[in-house]
């Protein structure tokens, strides 16, 4: 396996040359336009019979797959540059297309809920159909309900000057928001949310501070519009749902993510019983920090006096040998998008904060986006996002239905990627505190999922709750926040985060809703494969494929039933995922023992 000096930036020109003006890539949108103005038309005269069925729906898979390719693109171009006009005006073009598309869709599943019980089931028992099935099926019962195909189309057209404007609103928001960091010379310079980000996890406890004081300040500063759109994007929401006859917010991203609401309140149950012990670490690691409990900014700090700086290239080489060992494939696969300039990490200003992989279906590829600064932090997150990419590699031959796989499962295999590479550094580990780092690496990963991702649910919940009731000023998102995290963190912190709802990204998605538990999901249900990974060896890697490819196509209780042999609906898988936490909290508090 080669090990060389890898491209800091990725490549776009490789998928669509020429940036936002790519010839190329304006052909790509017209044969989107081609193909679903033919979809169009024939949903506009609907037919009896498998041919028509079979047609649609072909056009259906084409163009999903077009416009995920393209939203991907452009979504890569106004990520490396948040300032480029033109990419926000191709962003504006995807919008009005998927609002043609979804409406489209809208009428499309009129019509399989149409197709009698009998029809139906011949229809999608041989063929192309019977190889999406699953999908197909979820499609026509969802269909029933919602509202008339007129009404969700025209929903979905006055939605991409509302409802999603509000979304580019925050985005123009986070673009514009300035950060002023003063480094040792005294020299003041000005960072993106990005870059700012990226210190408040920095191994000197002033520099944490001063950077959290100034991320609080800015984002106050920001804050009467970010509620605003927070707002207007809930208040949406919640009327749709009323029209719809939905009583309840977590309908919604519950079905998206294939998943029960008994198996969302079985695990947030199990992570509950097991949060005493990670309290355990935080005092500790409180202590060995030199204060008396801490505060939100020490949440990802270095307990050694100085971090080591990880170049990218150790980085990724430490990445390939991890992935290596426990499969050729995904270190093979991996290798490429390094050599093959697919990730983007480039410390930079006009970066859009945090970090994300997009797949680009058509070409199959995938494009990875961060900020790269050499933490340990920076080497997890692009383990994780690799984990995504390989995820969709192991789809791209399935069809475009078998690949739309949910939010939950998709972290499932990037944390997976993630336990791969910190597992094995833990156990290669010889010196003590290096050992030591790295165990606190990841429960500071732990209290991530269990926690922080908790508050998030929390406060979002019960947003929710109050906002159907009006819309919330910008003192009681800030209440509801300090609230929420305090109960999350079990009292840990001294100082929390109340602006963390106008600085967190994922409460502005438009297109999914509840970001947040299904990373929780991910990272207890990987652990719970990884641990069947470390028992079972290297035969296990093609289950593991065989697991992800099984995504797209049946719920998550049926996924796990089939490649696990569990239960998701009773606690006691969770319970054990949480326990394996808890024994690294164990080792931390013997390792660390005075």
């Not at 910008?474 to 926040?481: D, F, G, I, R, S």
């Not at 069947?532 to 593991?544: L, M, N, P, Q």
Request: charged share 25%; glycine share 6%.
């Amino acid at each position: 396996m080669s090990v060389g000096h890898y491209s800091l930036t990725w490549n776009l020109d490789s998928i669509y040359a020429g940036g936002a003006g790519s010839e190329a890539f304006a052909a790509e949108l017209a044969a989107v336009q081609q193909e679903l103005s033919e979809l169009e038309e024939l949903l506009a005269a609907p037919q009896e019979g498998a041919a028509y069925l079979n047609r649609t729906t072909e056009l259906v898979q084409s163009v999903l797959l077009r416009m995920r390719q393209s939203d991907s693109f452009v979504a890569c171009l106004t990520a490396q540059n948040m300032k480029d006009k033109a990419a926000t005006a191709l962003n504006d073009r995807i919008k009005t297309l998927n609002a043609a598309f979804q409406g489209a869709l809208t009428r499309y599943d009129n019509v399989l809920r149409s197709v009698d019980d009998a029809s139906w089931a011949a229809w999608i028992s041989e063929g192309a159909a019977a190889e999406i099935a699953f999908s197909l099926t979820e499609r026509r019962e969802q269909a029933k309900e919602k509202l008339s195909p007129e009404l969700e189309s025209l929903i979905e057209d006055m939605a991409v000057d509302g409802y999603h404007g509000w979304g580019d609103l925050y985005n123009l928001v986070v673009s514009r928001a300035k950060f002023i960091d003063v480094g040792a010379d005294g020299e003041k310079r000005e960072l993106s949310a990005g870059q700012m980000f990226n210190k408040l996890s920095a191994s000197d406890r002033s520099v944490r501070q001063a950077a959290f004081a100034e991320w609080e300040r800015e984002w106050g500063e920001q804050a009467d519009l970010c509620a605003d759109a927070l707002n207007r994007i809930s208040g949406f929401r919640l009327k749709l749902y009323g029209k719809r006859g939905w009583d309840s917010a977590l309908k919604e991203p519950l079905k998206m993510n294939r998943m029960s609401e008994k198996t969302i309140g079985a695990m947030w149950s199990a992570i509950n019983e097991g949060k005493p012990e990670l309290v355990k670490y935080m005092q500790r690691k409180a202590k060995l920090l030199g204060v008396e409990q801490m505060d939100w900014h020490d949440m990802y700090a270095s307990i050694g006096t100085a971090e080591k700086v990880v170049s990218y290239d150790e980085g990724a080489a430490q990445i390939l040998e991890q992935f290596a060992k426990f499969s050729p494939e995904l270190a093979a696969f991996s290798e490429k998008a390094f050599v093959d300039k697919w990730i983007e990490v480039e410390d930079r200003p006009g970066k859009r904060p945090g970090g994300f992989c997009t797949s680009l279906p058509k070409s199959k590829e995938t494009r990875i986006f961060m900020t790269y600064s050499g933490t340990a932090s920076n080497v997890s997150t692009l383990a994780h996002e690799l984990g995504h990419a390989y995820h969709q590699h192991v789809m791209n031959d399935l069809p475009a239905y078998s690949q739309e796989y949910a939010m939950n499962v998709a972290e499932t295999a990037s944390t997976f990627a993630e336990l791969i590479v910190s597992d094995s550094a833990l156990k290669a580990a010889t010196d003590k505190d290096e050992k030591i780092a790295l165990l606190e690496e990841k429960l500071s990963s732990a209290v991530s999922f269990f926690m922080d991702i908790h508050a998030r649910f929390l406060f979002e919940t019960r947003f929710y709750e109050r906002r159907a009731e009006g819309m919330l000023t910008v003192e009681e998102l800030n209440k509801l926040m300090e609230e929420a995290q305090h109960e999350a963190f079990c009292g840990a912190f001294g100082q929390v985060h109340p602006l963390f709802w106008a600085s967190k990204l994922h409460f502005y998605f438009t297109d999914v809703p509840f970001y947040n538990f299904p990373y929780t999901f991910g990272y207890l249900f990987s652990a719970g494969i990884y641990a069947r990974a470390v028992k079972e060896g290297a035969a296990f890697a093609d289950r593991y494929v065989a697991l992800l490819q099984d995504t797209g196509r049946m719920t998550v209780e049926d996924l796990a039933q089939k490649h696990l042999g569990v239960n998701l609906e009773e606690p006691d898988f969770w319970r054990e995922a949480v326990a394996l936490t808890t024994a690294d909290v164990l080792l931390f508090l013997e390792m660390t023992e005075e």
